[in-house]
Every structure is written in C-alpha cells, then in structure tokens.
C-alpha cells in the first residue's frame, strides 16, 4: 500500500522523472567519453563524478562558489516559468547586475567600505530589475514574444556592458574592468569551513533568497496571482487579476534575481572582472538546465544548482586526463532533453503503480 | 553615396539576408506544421560544424564548387539528423517543445567545441574560401542588376533564391502544403479529413532541419575562415524574421533583407564613409539588428498571425 501511495505522490513522481533524466545524461555521458579515449573514460566518469569533492574541502568550497551564481539564474528563470513565461534572458540581466555592481563598487566610494557591497548587491538587482522588466512590459502592452526579447536584450546588454565597463571602470591594460576592492563580498566564515576555497557568504545569500522566493510563490497572495497568471492569462483576467502588471512584476523580479547573481559573482575577491569581449555570459543560460531540472521549485533549484556546480568542478578536474570540459555540457543538455521527455517517464511510473494497485487487490 | 559604395553595401547585405531567409523559411515550415523549433539555432551551429569540417578535411584533395555543393548536401543532412530529436520529443512524446529545441541548442556548440578539440585538437575549424565568384559569365554584363547580384557572389545566394521559390509554391500549390498547413491550424479537423498529422508535423521538423543546417553553413562561408562553435544567435534572429515575416515567405524575404541590412550596416559600418564619419562607438552599430528586431516587433506583434496549433502536441481526443 504504502509503496502505491508514494508511487502516486505527485511531487514524488516528477523528482523521479527528473532523475532518470539524469541517470540517462550520465550514461550517455560515459559512452561518450568511452568513444572519445576509451582507456581513461572510466578514471574520466568518476572524476565527474566526484565532481567538487576530487579537491577535498577546497573543492567543495569552490562547488558552492561555482553553483552560487547558476542557482540565482536558476531562480530568475523558474521564477518566470512558474507565471508563464520563458526567460532565455538571464545572461544579459546577469551582466547588466554584475556591471551595475561592479561601478557601484569602483565608483561610490563615499559609502562606508563595509555598507559598499550591500548597496552593489542593490544596485545589481535594480539594473537587472529594469533589463528583465522591459521584457515584461512589451510582452503585456505589446504581444511581443518575450523569448525574442529577451534573447535580443542579451546581446543589447553584452553590448551596452562592453560600452559601459570602456568609457567607466576600464582597466586598459588588462582589457577588462576594474576590482572594486572596497566592495568584496565578506567570506562569512566559509573561508574557515572550506579552507582556500572561493566560496563566500554568496551562496548563503542565493540560498536564503531561494527560501523567500519559495515563500512569495507558495504562501502569498501575490505569488498565487503570479501563478494564476501563468496558467491561464484569461481565466485570470476574469477573476480580477491585473494580468499586465502580473507579467510585468514577474519579469521584473526574474531580472533582479538574474542581476543579483551577476553582482555577488563579481563582487568576490577571487578576480573575476567583465572581460570586454563578445560572449554572452554563460551563467545566464545554464540557469535554465538548473531550473528545468528543479521543476522550477526554489528549493528545488537550491539542489539542482548545486548538482550543475558540482558537474563542472567535474568538468573542471577532468581536464587533468586530457578530456574537453564540455563533455559536461553536453551531459547537461541530454539530461534535459530526457527531462523534457519526462511525461512518458510519468506515465511510466503511472503504469507501474497501477500494475502495482492490481496484485495488491 | 557613391555607386560602388551601394553596390558594396548590397553585396554585404546578401551574405546576411540568404542564410536567415533560408533558416526563416525552415522555420515556417516546422511551424506552419504545428511544431515550434527554438532549436534553429543550434541546428545551423551542428550544421555548419559538421560541413565545415568536411570541407577542412577534403580541401587538399578537393576545390571549388562541388566541394561547396557536397558540404551544402552534409549540413542539410546534418541539421536533418538533430531535428529528428525534436521531431521525437515533440512529436510522439509530447514533450514541451520549448525545453527540447533549448536542450538541443545547449547541446549543439558543446558537441561541435568538443568534437573539434577531440578530432584537431582546437577549438577552430578553419577552411580556405575558394567558392567566390567574381563575376558570372554574362550576367554580370547587365548594368546595374549585374554589379548588385552577379559580382563577387556565391552560388549559396543562387540557391537560397532558388529554396523561396520552391518553398512557396510547395506550401501554397500543392496537396502536400495545404495539409501542412491544416496541421499547424486545426490538426483534428486535418486528422478527421485523413491527414496523417504526425507524419505532416516529422515532415515539417525535418525540413527544417535541413534548412537551418544549411543556413549555418550558408552563413559562414562568405564571412569567415574559422569556425568557433557558434553562430551568434542567427538562428534567434531567423526565428524574429519569421515573426516578423508573419509565417508567409513573400514577408519573410522582406523580414530577412531587412535584417540583413542591419547587420551589414553592424558589421561592415567602417567600409562606408558617411556612417564612420558619425563618430558612433563600435559597440552601438553591433547592437543595432538586435534593437531593430525589438523595435520592429513592438509595432508588429499586436496581431499575430501565428499558426493557431504551434507549439501545442497534438491529441486526438479534442477532436
């Protein structure tokens, strides 16, 4: 009875689907690396494995780090899923907030050193706030395809940060910007737990934005008219919710997570800096797999992007055999792939229980 | 503007416009079937990814246009063979599409890097241009529509010209289009009058497939030597065009000279004298198709004449 009852559970169901998925991307994954250099493929799959922890306590450190920035896209994109909406543009919200943050840092020095990063967080949200937002408001006032918008507003942004970071935080040597030195984010006792590692109080603060996220969807008026908005846009209308400001609000806020990632991943003391180059960041799209593979749950997302973090320190440390890290990638994608196959996996699963419930009677 | 400056701009301008026609045009025909194929864009990056190596692979052995021919066959195949799975993601599982066109657009550059690193130990696929045609034999002699189309041209604008025109006469002429069509309407009116609509729909993937790998081959030929594993959202940008084009090809090809003059316009400002006397930082013409796209949409999209079953799989029981 009680193994029919589980099989029923409707969340349990999809969080097996969506590690099927997985278990398909890792296979794969193996046959690939068995087709690439079959004498190290073994050595290589358990490399990744071992992903963050094949560098002991440093490597876990440097896992959070790295899943840090991907769970707060992770947020930004399944915030916008969850109320109907495709956000494929993270990236450019993402360095819009990591340049705001970064000027902030550089620029406005007569804030107290110790308040600096707290005010470049702001800001980080703000300007990825207004880049998600624009989306928003020409999807409710205009009809326009916000997965167009949105993809165009990345390369607009990438663009526009290049521009920026040139004609204000320019390290001309180093063709890059600048370090704002008075605005590193504080280690928060991390640096004690995971000696040497990158990891900083970032990840405390993706995880406790998660958790307030999770509570404006799930126990807030507001997150329910969000939601309903998603599902269906008329039916909403009707029951008098304001749909325009819905998605407008909802863009809004995808961005400002989007941009927050962007600002606490340049503002650690490790020497990240926006390179003036013609590449998305890709922290922005690799929320999505983070997001698709957390059904778009915050707490979800908490997991899913530590497991995408923990694949690339993966992908990271297998170079040591030589493999290409985007091996991983690749992995990532066919996991989502099998994760968008999931209703057959659903059904499946339906299949077995009520093959299940048959014999018990 | 001096005449040779226009005929330079217009030369530019086909090297962009050919290839988003040609991928807009593959996907008019996956959606006009009912299918939403976001995946465009990594399909011309395999595309190209696959020809290009051939062509890296052949060009000591072989050169000119039937190297070019062959490799234009390889990505079309190649492009055909990634569609398939979104065709069965979309098509027999119902999955949502909007996740299998995005897994295969991750997947795309991340196969074409690592198989490059694998195979040629970088990341680069280099190839010689030797398929430029300076001047078609008398063609080129006819004042003024001979310097605009038939100097220093590919055989690639010839056949982009060449898929508009069977293209519409498929979807418009004959049976075959009129049910592709009715798939991408009503696929359960379609389905009671006897069209097989999964059939209609693998057809309509399929060729776009082909298209958009074609397209990434098409697109680097004229612009580049070396292939990086990415073709900087051209498949996003057909995907706009063919909004904009409002799903017909006579709009499309409007949509994608449009485009493609604001590439050329991007890429090419510093070859045309009024445009680098402005004074305007690089970084503002490279963002400027990306702002018309959004500019053109906000006025284009109020109504959209979108196939009414794009993007939802089909169920037989609504019928």
């Known amino acids: 009875m009680n193994v029919k009852k589980l099989l029923n559970n409707r969340s349990f169901k999809s969080v097996s689907a969506s590690i099927i998925a997985i278990l398909f991307g890792l296979l794969i994954g193996y046959i690939i690396l068995l087709i690439s250099n079959p004498a190290q493929a073994t050595r290589g799959f358990i490399i990744i494995l071992n992903g963050g922890f094949n560098g002991g306590l440093r490597g876990v450190g440097n896992t959070l780090h790295n899943a840090m920035p991907i769970i707060l896209t992770g947020l930004s994109v399944g915030f916008a899923f969850k109320t109907g909406l495709f956000n494929i543009g993270a990236s450019g919200q993402f360095i819009l907030g990591a340049f705001a943050a970064i000027y902030i840092g550089v620029k406005w020095t007569f804030i107290p050193v110790g308040y600096l990063w707290i005010v470049a967080l702001i800001g980080a949200m703000i300007a990825g706030g207004i880049w998600g937002a624009i989306v928003g408001v020409l999807k409710a006032f205009r009809n326009v395809n916000e997965v167009i918008t949105s993809i165009m507003l990345n390369y607009v942004g990438m663009y526009l940060v290049n521009f920026l970071v040139v004609s204000t935080v320019f390290d001309l040597t180093r063709n890059q910007s600048l370090s704002p030195l008075n605005a590193y984010l504080p280690r928060g006792g991390l640096d004690v737990l995971f000696p040497l590692s990158s990891a900083n109080i970032g990840i405390i603060i993706a995880i406790v934005i998660a958790v307030i996220m999770y509570i404006i969807l799930e126990k807030t008026t507001f997150g329910f008219e969000l939601k309903a908005v998603g599902y269906n846009r008329e039916a909403s209308r009707y029951a008098g919710i304001n749909e325009k400001k819905s998605i407008i609000f909802s863009m809004m806020i995808a961005g400002a997570l989007a941009g927050l990632g962007g600002g606490l991943l340049y503002l650690s003391d490790i020497g990240k800096h926006i390179e003036v180059v013609d590449i998305l960041a890709a922290e922005g799209f690799n929320g999505i797999p983070v997001a698709l593979l957390g059904l778009s749950n915050p707490i979800g997302i908490i997991f899913s992007g530590l497991f995408v973090g923990h694949m690339n320190m993966g992908g990271f440390y297998i170079q040591r055999l030589r493999f290409v890290p985007e091996v991983i990638n690749m992995m990532i994608s066919i996991i989502i792939y099998f994760s968008a196959l999931s209703l057959a996996f659903k059904s499946f699963i339906e299949n077995l229980s009520k093959k299940l419930g048959g014999r018990t009677k | ?319």
């Open chain 2, 1 to 319: 503007m001096t005449l040779s400056t226009f005929y330079f701009l217009v030369q530019q301008t086909m090297f962009y416009s050919i290839p988003l026609l040609i991928v807009a045009l593959g996907g008019m025909y996956s959606e006009r079937s009912g299918v939403v194929n976001i995946a465009l864009e990594g399909t011309m990056v395999i595309g190209a990814f696959v020809s290009l190596y051939f062509m890296n692979q052949m060009q000591s052995t072989m050169s000119g246009q039937l190297l070019l021919v062959l490799s234009m066959l390889i990505a079309a195949a190649t492009g055909m063979l990634l569609s398939l799975f979104h065709a069965y993601a979309s098509i027999n599982m119902k999955a949502n599409q909007v996740i299998s066109g995005t897994a295969l657009n991750l997947f795309a550059p991340a196969f074409a890097i690592f198989t490059a690193r694998m195979l040629i130990g970088v990341q680069q696929v280099t190839f010689m241009n030797t398929y430029r045609i300076p001047l078609v034999p008398y063609l080129s002699d006819i004042p003024v529509l001979g310097d605009l189309f038939f100097k220093n041209t590919y055989i690639t604008t010839f056949v982009g010209f060449g898929i508009l025109i069977i293209a519409t006469f498929v979807l418009y002429k004959t049976r075959f289009g009129l049910r592709l069509r009715a798939c991408g309407e009503h696929p359960q009116a379609a389905d009671a009058a006897g069209v097989n609509v999964k059939k209609m729909r693998y057809i309509g993937v399929l060729i776009s497939g082909a298209l958009a790998g074609l397209g990434g081959l098409v697109l680097m030929v004229p612009v580049t030597t070396a292939f990086d594993g990415q073709v900087g959202g051209y498949g996003f940008l057909a995907l706009a065009v063919l909004i904009f084009g409002q799903w017909r090809p006579g709009r499309i090809l409007f949509a994608a000279f449009f485009f493609g003059l604001m590439k050329t316009i991007s890429a090419a400002y510093t070859g045309i004298p009024i445009l680098l006397a402005l004074g305007i930082p690089s970084y503002m013409f490279k963002m400027i198709p990306y702002l018309a796209t959004i500019i053109i949409l906000t006025f284009t999209s109020k109504k959209s004449a979108a196939p009414r079953a794009a993007g939802e799989p089909y169920d037989a029981g609504k019928r």
